[in-house]
């Protein structure tokens, strides 16, 4: 295993576009005792930048307040707001190598060395993939070329000394829930509940999709969740499998010594194998179900922003129409309307692109994770059966 | 179960499958050809004597005849005539009295056949084994157990199994043939074999455990997944208990047992309503403990019986914690392959949903492979079950009575060492009455005592005899049954890997449809 806590860049959500002047990943990543700390390392010939190469390190938060800062952006409103990245958790894997250490006396030395093995490539891999989720977030927003431009953005990138967000842990909580509540209010819209006229036919085909592709797509990831899971513990199921075959092979009788000691490697073999196929569901599958599922929220929450915009447009109209009939206040009453109808326009035609961008990029994230998915469920099942196939012959070489 | 001695029935032909796999201890050398040539072998009388000169040792090569032999004539009350008709079948399970000989050719008469015969004087021990090889699966006899049918209705319904022989062998009437029977008939032949072969030191297979709660939701009438996973469990049970038990020589010869496979109408078996044969095997390992952790530790002369019973014991944890695994193993497959189904009904909810259209029929291809493999996952967990787990709950509980066996072996010991201790004490109270000085009324006494002291020393020879005879009788059976499970274990764990690799190459063709689908997607 090579490069410890260097993430590779992620291919699950982020088409370049092949543009390179302004190229953003994680160079490097250390977790310290509750936190990570990420090493955000930008190439850039762009001229904001005072450098061509430079380097800062960012926590968690620091990334959050950045996505809060793009969702807050009035400017940004039709566009998709790439989701941010999720909380680096490592405590259930923390709770399970301390239980571990803790002991169970009933385990041998080797089994307890494998055990700990696992759960410390457990850790490695939730470590990798949270590295992974933050890198995407910052590439797709250096990809965008509307957000790559955000004067957050630059001092997210290039401030090297930390930006005094920490804080806002507790803000960030408070601001989730108030989130909620204004949420529902959008599912209302969103959902048609409130009356509102959808005029175009576009637009109201995205809403009824994206409705039930995120409720769908939710679903799938946690189903996909379960068998990664399942197959894990299969596979760990091997491990005293293992050795109790090793101690029966070391006391056997002669004739059936070989064939436990070589059930026991086979065993062994077999762990490693189903591991490894646990951990390529949970990547090409698992982790792809759950990026859309955040990114398809994401433009639900476009959508709801949209039809916030329409409702404040109609809003408007009949604030035009009651001026005009009292003829009191009408030219404040035009100029609001004007600026209503364009806002509702600007939004529906830069959200229209976004979301015929975000089809394609679902499409073809999709499709390279499926294609790599099944090669790897391919190339498993091929060493699986090779080796299957080594100890049958051997066994039945035996007299 | 047997209140006194019952030797074993004769002429079990069993073959020379005596063969230590650790010592080059040769303990007889034994035959079944001597058999065949026993109407003209020698008089019962003679191998009395043989026996008597019998250690609990290793034996040189001078024993001429077969060991069974002398099982039988060992107890012999009556005059043995070889010629003498079939006896009786032993239908109940009480003691029967001592037991009237089979006349041996027409029963092994198949097995012979089979084998080069000549007149047999003393073999040696490779010989031995180039005849077993020869022999290799000579039993030819195959049973199946199927067809489970649900009799009866509410508490008093039961579950019958058809049982169905296929042999070769003359001592059954037809070559093929098949009759129906209850769970309690299993126990029932299981608590006659055993009341007649453990404490004589045959290890007797176990018949499966009863289940009072599977069995009920049966009878209640529940028709859900786990009751008919419980009878197909039982079935296999029960197939497995008599093909194990048909595969012992000595058992196979019983009359109990072919009248179990052959006869359409059985006597209800009565007694197992309470007591399961495992329940009495179980009482009687209780009671031979109990009895052996009062008594004094056995002087073992015999280094290896303390060696085979260590080794017993070790196999016996060892399988356990295998077991265990095993027993996890399965349980995680079935919840991946439950997952696995629920996640493929998701993907195809998602391939709806989806629309774009190649990649919503890529989805739902997805979703049809998850649910071939959730088929794949189930199948696998039953090779897990059938296969690996159940092998090794089987061979827990072979192990058991085979340590019952060694545990008779002890309580053997105990009665002779006690039959022993009393002959001492007559004879000391002979001696005491001797040196006394009252004429008269001391004749009769002194008569009595000696009477006494010849009925104990008979008991004392009979004793020695007794453990002698237990003592081989178990170093073969262990000879036997290690090769059994030997083969057992084998074919098991080939056939179990060979499913593993039916399982590997099923998805490898799934997987292999699917791909060209994703890489449709355009």
């Known amino acids: ?399 | 179960m047997a209140a006194e001695r019952e030797p074993p029935p004769l002429g079990d032909g069993k073959p020379t499958d005596f063969e230590e796999l650790e010592d080059g201890e040769d303990l007889f050398t034994s035959t079944v050809s001597t058999l065949e040539s026993s109407p003209s072998s020698p008089e019962p009388a003679g191998l009395a004597e043989d026996i008597s000169t019998n250690s609990n040792g290793p034996k040189p090569a001078e024993v001429v005849l077969d060991d069974d032999r002398e099982d039988l004539f060992a107890e012999a009350t009556e005059e043995v005539s070889l010629d003498s008709p079939e006896r009786e079948p032993i239908l109940s399970s009480e003691p029967s009295p001592a037991v009237t000989p089979v006349t041996p050719t027409t029963l092994i008469a198949p097995r012979i056949e089979s084998k080069s015969l000549s007149a047999p004087v003393i073999f040696d021990r490779s010989r031995e084994e180039i005849e077993e090889e020869a022999n290799g699966d000579v039993f030819d006899i195959e049973i199946g157990v199927s067809d489970p049918e649900k009799v009866g209705d509410g508490m008093n319904a039961y579950m019958a199994y058809r049982v169905t022989t296929k042999t070769s062998l003359s001592m059954f009437s037809k070559s093929e043939f098949s009759v129906k029977r209850r769970f309690s008939d299993f126990l029932g032949l299981h608590s006659k074999l055993a009341s007649k072969y453990l404490h004589v030191g045959y290890i007797v297979p176990p018949a499966p455990e009863k289940s009072i709660v599977g069995m009920t939701k049966v009878k209640v009438g529940k028709e859900d997944s786990s009751s008919t996973e419980f009878v197909e469990k039982r079935r296999a049970a029960l197939e497995r208990y008599l093909q194990r038990t048909v595969k012992h020589p000595t058992l196979l010869q019983d009359p109990d047992l072919r009248q179990f496979l052959e006869s359409s109408e059985l006597p209800r078996a009565v007694n197992t309503q309470a007591l399961s044969g495992a329940g009495i095997l179980r009482m009687v390992n209780k009671a031979a403990d109990a009895v052996n952790k009062m008594t004094i530790k056995m002087n073992e002369s015999d280094a290896w019986f303390e060696e085979k019973q260590q080794q017993f014991e070790n196999l016996d944890q060892q399988l356990r914690k295998l077991h265990a695994s095993v027993e996890a193993l399965v349980c995680h497959r079935k919840e991946l392959s439950a997952n696995t189904a629920a996640f493929a009904k998701s993907a195809a909810m998602l391939g709806n949903s989806e629309d774009h259209t190649a990649l919503s029929r890529a989805l739902s291809q997805l979703a049809e492979v998850e649910e071939k493999i959730d088929q794949l996952h189930q199948e696998q967990a039953f090779a897990d079950f059938y296969m690996f787990s159940e092998l090794l709950s089987d061979y827990i509980r072979l192990i058991a009575a085979v340590k019952g066996v060694f545990d008779h072996r002890m309580k053997c010991w105990q009665k002779w060492e006690d039959a022993q201790i009393t002959l001492l004490k007559k004879r000391e109270t002979e001696a005491k009455m001797m040196v006394a000085n009252k004429p008269d009324k001391i004749q009769q006494a002194k008569n009595e005592i000696r009477e006494e002291i010849e009925e104990w020393e008979a008991k004392v020879q009979q004793g020695e005899r007794d453990f002698e005879q237990i003592s081989k009788t178990i170093r073969k059976e262990v000879g036997r049954f290690e090769k059994e499970r030997v083969k057992d274990f084998k074919t098991v764990i080939i056939k179990y890997l060979e499913s593993l690799v039916q399982t590997q190459q099923q998805l490898i063709k799934y997987w292999e449809a699917f791909l060209p689908e994703a890489k449709a997607i355009a």
């Open chain 1, 1 to 399: 295993m090579d490069d410890a806590m260097v993430a590779q860049p992620s291919s699950t959500a982020v088409d370049l576009h092949g543009d390179s002047s302004l190229q953003v990943e994680i160079s490097d990543a250390v977790s310290e005792r509750d936190k990570v700390k990420f090493t955000v390392q930008t190439k850039s010939c762009l001229p904001h930048f005072a450098q061509t190469e430079f380097s800062v390190v960012r926590q968690h938060e620091e990334f959050i307040w950045l996505h809060d800062a793009y969702v807050e952006n009035e400017e940004y409103a039709g566009l998709i707001i790439p989701p941010a990245p999720p909380r680096p958790d490592f405590e259930a894997s923390r709770e399970k190598l301390q239980k571990l250490g803790e002991g169970d006396s009933s385990i041998t030395r080797e089994e307890f060395a494998k055990m700990k093995q696992e759960l410390e490539a457990e850790y490695l891999a939730i470590f990798k993939k949270t590295v992974a989720m933050h890198e995407v977030f910052l590439q797709r927003l250096a990809a965008h070329p509307t957000l790559r431009r955000d004067h957050n953005f630059f001092v997210f990138l290039e401030y090297g000394q930390d930006l005094s967000v920490r804080g806002k842990n507790r803000k960030e909580l408070l601001g989730g829930f108030l989130r909620n509540i204004v949420k529902s209010a959008d599912e209302a819209l969103i959902t048609g509940m409130s009356g509102l006229k959808e005029v175009d036919d576009f637009f109201e085909h995205e809403r009824t999709f994206l409705l039930e592709y995120h409720t769908r797509i939710r679903d799938a990831c946690l189903r996909a969740d379960r068998v990664m899971h399942s197959h894990k513990c299969l596979a760990d199921d091997y491990i005293p499998i293992s050795a109790a075959l090793s101690s029966l092979g070391t006391q056997e009788v002669n004739q059936l010594k070989t064939s436990f000691l070589k059930l026991a490697e086979l065993f062994e073999r077999l762990r490693k194998l189903e591991g490894r196929m646990a951990s390529d569901e949970d990547l090409k599958l698992s982790d792809m179900l759950r990026y859309y599922m955040r990114d398809s929220q994401a433009a639900k929450d476009l959508l709801y922003r949209r039809l916030r915009a329409l409702a404040d447009y109609e809003n408007a109209n009949k604030a035009l129409d009651k001026a005009r009939t009292r003829n009191r206040e009408v030219r404040t009453a035009e100029s609001h309307q004007q600026l209503c109808c364009q806002r509702f326009e600007r939004l529906s035609d830069s959200a229209k692109q976004e979301l015929m961008d975000f089809k394609s990029r679902r499409v073809s994230s999709f499709r390279k994770n499926l294609i790599e998915l099944a090669e790897l469920e391919l190339k498993h099942a091929k060493a699986s059966t090779l080796l299957l196939r080594n100890t049958l012959v051997a066994l039945k070489g035996e007299p």
